[in-house]
């Protein structure tokens, strides 16, 4: 078999697990909570013409990206939960695609041993794997933008320009080009006019699009078909969004350290098992495997040493500095990986939980780049084992989506929302107030057909001016007083008073 087909056939195979991994929680009402139902929302509104957002509704921060790439597949197959989530199976296949193609090309590696580099990516541990596929606005973005800022490294202009848009998006993002940046530091040393040329023309550019976008701010519908921007709200830029979340507290470092260690790295090893359902996944199947943490830790140990004995060393070593080489390129994600962890457990000011961990999905570069890094040592005994490493740690991880497929296959675990609008339709509603974590899934479950405003994280104007006119109940989860369930767990309460109600625009 000549190279090129071999990078095809393991192109092929990367693109097979991605699947594996992504399409269970495109079944609807596996992983789908309000902010995706918000996302679905405002990609019907744009696909029908009724609204063109710039940011996520209600915030001035958090480019509508994912909306817009699932407007074009809702206007050809409907408003639904399937077609809100192909672009982000796309952007995953993309993402290890890239990967797989940049460590062949620029480490010279064999096809194979690149996509062994990329199987932390293609199979990472299942809670963090899911929220890969979930649609919040950018939580797999940032991992693909990380790919294409490393091939746009050397081209200052396009670098810039494609920065400045991507932070808008997700502002993730500036830690990659923190760690290029810090890269291109090292190995320009003794060349620094063409460097602060460079990263002068890539700031330029950056300042450009981050104005650019600014500017299409006031033009868009911000809270839902016919609304306009307003600060009544939320109203914070990307910039701002960034300051808000940086809390530099030393003296909570030695707790969140114990917390860093105790759960979440195990966690994003796929070290710390229980059930799915407790990371929020619609199942009754478990997750996670004993021992995988050490296990994880260890091979990343392995690759960063094998890592160090394939570095040049002598007369070998001792190269002209000039622009960033694609043998950098484990450094580079290890640097964002570590970096990403070191910046969500010690700066960001979110807790440490597992309904924060997309904020540190960056660190699944860290085990890739250490293996990537360890597969560029030529002894083969080396490579056989952190290759074989890999690959039982992949089918781990993989054995959890397997299982969770199966389950969707012979029958679910039920999702009582789906119900409730069933329920809710044939009683005839096509109005009512929610409580923020049911009204926009409600919304989207059904097409719109039922209309759910929200009393708080208010986000579609249009709900709300429906609601306010009728003498229409409240419907939420759990409890409420005066109140009936008539789905598990889903309550249809009394009127709210107007003082409980968002202001009508």
């Given at each position: 078999?000549?190279?090129?087909?071999?990078?095809?056939?393991?192109?092929?195979?990367?693109?097979?697990?991605?699947?594996?991994?992504?399409?269970?929680?495109?079944?609807?009402?596996?992983?789908?909570?309000?902010?995706?139902?918000?996302v679905g929302l405002m990609a019907k509104h744009i696909s029908e013409g009724r609204a063109f957002p710039v940011f996520f509704y209600g915030q001035s921060y958090l480019l509508a990206v994912e909306a817009y790439l699932a407007a074009p597949v809702m206007w050809l197959v409907g408003p639904t939960e399937v077609a809100?989530?192909?672009?982000?199976?796309?952007?995953?296949?993309?993402?290890?695609?890239?990967?797989?193609?940049?460590?062949?090309?620029?480490?010279g590696l064999a096809p194979w041993l690149a996509l062994a580099g990329a199987l932390p990516i293609a199979l990472p541990a299942f809670t963090p794997g899911s929220r890969l596929m979930d649609a919040m606005g950018g939580n797999v973005e940032p991992l693909l933008y990380t790919l294409v800022l490393w091939t746009l490294r050397a081209r200052p202009w396009a670098f810039g320009l494609t920065l400045g848009v991507f932070v808008a998006h997700r502002e993730f993002t500036i830690l990659a080009a923190a760690a290029i940046g810090a890269l291109d530091l090292w190995h320009r040393r003794g060349a620094l006019l063409p460097l602060v040329r460079h990263w002068a023309v890539a700031a330029a550019c950056l300042?450009?699009?981050?104005?650019?976008?600014?500017?299409?701010?006031?033009?868009?519908?911000?809270?839902?078909?016919g609304s306009a921007p307003r600060e009544a709200f939320v109203n914070l830029s990307a910039r701002d969004a960034i300051a808000a979340q940086i809390c530099l507290t030393p003296s909570t470092w030695p707790d969140r350290g114990r917390e860093l260690f105790a759960s979440h790295l195990p966690l994003m090893a796929g070290g710390l098992p229980g059930p799915m359902m407790d990371v929020t996944i619609s199942s009754?199947?478990?997750?996670?495997?004993?021992?995988?943490?050490?296990?994880?830790?260890?091979?990343?140990l392995a690759g960063l040493v094998c890592g160090v004995m394939a570095a040049p060393r002598g007369p070998a070593a001792e190269r002209r500095p000039g622009a960033i080489p694609g043998t950098a390129l484990p450094g580079y994600l290890v640097t964002?990986?570590?970096?990403?962890?070191?910046?969500?457990?010690?700066?960001?000011?979110?807790q440490l939980t597992q309904a924060t961990l997309r904020y540190d999905l960056l660190l699944l570069f860290l085990p890739s780049g250490a293996v990537l890094a360890g597969l560029c040592w030529p002894v083969p005994a080396a490579r056989a084992g952190l290759v074989t490493a890999t690959m039982m740690w992949a089918g781990l991880n993989l054995s959890d989506y397997l299982a969770l497929a199966h389950e969707i296959r012979t029958g679910?675990?039920?999702?009582?929302?789906?119900?409730?609008?069933?329920?809710?339709?044939?009683?005839?509603?096509?109005?009512?107030?929610?409580?923020?974590?049911?009204?926009?899934?409600?919304?989207?479950?059904?097409?719109?057909?039922?209309?759910?405003?929200?009393?708080t994280a208010h986000r579609v104007d249009e709900y709300a001016r429906l609601a306010a006119v009728r003498d229409v109940p409240?419907?939420?989860?759990?409890?409420?007083?005066?109140?009936t369930e008539f789905v598990p767990d889903i309550w249809l309460c009394p009127t709210p008073a107007p003082a409980e109600r968002p202001p009508v625009y």
């Open positions: 078999m000549s190279r090129r087909d071999a990078l095809f056939l393991c192109l092929a195979i990367a693109t097979l697990l991605v699947l594996a991994r992504t399409v269970p929680f495109m079944a609807p009402g596996v992983r789908f909570d309000a902010d995706q139902a918000v809100l989530k192909l672009p982000l199976l796309a952007m995953n296949v993309a993402t290890v695609l890239l990967l797989v193609w940049r460590a062949h090309r620029d480490l300042v450009a699009a981050q104005l650019s976008v600014g500017a299409l701010s006031s033009h868009g519908d911000m809270y839902g078909p009754g199947m478990g997750h996670g495997n004993p021992g995988l943490a050490p296990w994880v830790l260890a091979l990343i964002v990986g570590a970096l990403s962890t070191l910046v969500y457990s010690f700066v960001a000011c979110s679910r675990w039920p999702d009582h929302r789906g119900e409730a609008v069933r329920a809710l339709e044939a009683q005839g509603y096509d109005t009512l107030w929610g409580d923020a974590r049911l009204a926009y899934v409600l919304s989207f479950r059904s097409q719109e057909r039922l209309t759910v405003a929200a009393l409240f419907v939420k989860q759990g409890v409420c007083a005066g109140g």
